[in-house]
Each structure stands twice: as C-alpha cells, then as structure tokens.
T-cell receptor, first 114, second 110 residues
Framework: ETGVTQTPRHLVMGMTNKKSLKCEQHLGHNAMYWYKQSAKKPLELMFVYSLEERVENNSVPSRFSPECPNSSHLFLHLHTLQPEDSALYLCASSQMGGATGELFFGEGSRLTVL | KQEVTQIPAALSVPEGENLVLNCSFT??????LQWFRQDPGKGLTSLLLIQSSQREQTSGRLNASLDKSSGRSTLYIAASQPGDSATYLC?????????FGKGTRLSVIA
C-alpha cells in the first residue's frame, strides 16, 4: 500500500455509539493531521501530531479523542456525537522540517450521525 | 489570524478554454502555498506546491503563481478538459498548519 489510507470510508452511528476512525500513512512522514470538512465551510484543522506528540488541538470538543500510537498510525475515537458532527473527516501526513512540508491526504471517512 | 479567500466560488467553462482560479490570503508571512483538487466525496489530491521563495510552479497544463507581497496566488489551467471538473482548493502554511479556502467548483462542459 502507498500513500495515506483511511478506514472506514463510510460510517453511520447513533448519538450514543462509540466508534473509531483509522488512518495509516506509508510515506515515512513524521506528522499526521485530522481535518473536518463540512458542507459550505473550509476545511477545519482538528488535531496535529508531530513525532507522536500532539502539538495542536484547535478547540475540538472532548467527544473527539485522537490517538497516535506511532508515526504511521492515527486514530480518531468518537463518542456521544451530535448530528452536526456529520462530515467528511480527512487524515493527512507531511514531513515537518522537510524540504517542502507538502501535505498528502487520504480519501476521507464520511461520517453520518443519526 | 490567516484567512484564505477563493474567487470565484463556482465556474463553468466550455472545453478547450484556458482559465484562471484566484486565491488571496491576509498574512503574507507564509512558508508555502499548496493547490489541491477534490472530486466529489473524495479526498484531496495535491496539484502544486510553491515555496515562499518561489514565484511559480508548473505541472503539465497547470501553472501556479505566487505573489507573497500582495497575498495572491493564481492557478492557470490550459486547454481545459471535462476531466478537470472538480473543486480546487488553495491552502497556505505559515506559523500554523495549512489554512484552507472554501474552494472553486469548476465544471468543464464538453
């Protein structure tokens, strides 16, 4: 596998469920990101991990809980979500401190909260 | 706080036309600017990245320019094709990770 892989691609959950989104990068990068994309809004940065340490949390509600066990894997744990959390969740990776800092994205996980 | 604006929000052109998409940003202290393409329901595909020290980058029929002092970038698409239909997003990287515009939705009509 190459690039950035996200699973599942589609997820439907109730407001009381607990689920997780998974992201894996095969690019040897040292930074990973979660972005949220809602209709008619710009992409919103949620979390940044660099060398497995969380370096930025853009005031995201605690019902979203990230986990980065190593530089290749990133999870987003979801619990007690609201219908307004329905969106496309995109994972990305980059090489911080590298020559370009170019960001590479996965295909996204489409989340619907009922 | 960095803000990125893309004009127009939507654009429809006949096949074969050359076109320009615009991106402006409020804080000129950037490291780089990246243009992405997004097809419906899909992730983002990186098209071009321009470092702050560069003026332009080219890839095939695409050319992106950067004028840091005026806070502007343009994406030029030559000889447009129906397969170019997608949303094009501009993003800038500075003291914070990438800040995105809302995108320009392009339709190329055969």
């Amino acid at each position: 596998e190459t690039g950035v892989t996200q699973t599942p691609r589609h997820l439907v959950m109730g407001m009381t469920n607990k689920k997780s989104l998974k992201c894996e990068q095969h690019l040897g990068h040292n930074a990973m990101y979660w972005y949220k994309q809602s209709a008619k809004k710009p992409l919103e940065l949620m979390f940044v991990y660099s060398l497995e340490e969380r370096v930025e949390n853009n005031s995201v509600p605690s019902r979203f809980s990230p986990e980065c066990p190593n530089s290749s894997h990133l999870f987003l744990h979801l619990h007690t979500l609201q219908p307004e959390d329905s969106a496309l969740y995109l994972c990305a990776s980059s090489q911080m401190g590298g020559a370009t800092g170019e960001l590479f994205f996965g295909e996204g996980s489409r989340l619907t909260v009922l | 706080k960095q803000e990125v604006t893309q004009i127009p929000a939507a654009l429809s052109v006949p096949e074969g036309e050359n076109l320009v998409l615009n991106c402006s940003f409020t804080d000129s202290a950037i490291y780089n600017l990246q243009w992405f393409r997004q097809d419906p329901g899909k992730g983002l595909t990186s098209l071009l990245l321009i470092q702050s020290s560069q003026r332009e980058q080219t890839s095939g029929r695409l050319n992106a320019s950067l004028d840091k002092s005026s806070g502007r970038s343009t994406l030029y698409i030559a000889a447009s094709q129906p397969g170019d239909s997608a949303t094009y997003l501009c993003a800038v990287s500075g003291n914070t990770p990438l800040v995105f515009g809302k995108g320009t939705r392009l339709s190329v009509i055969a």
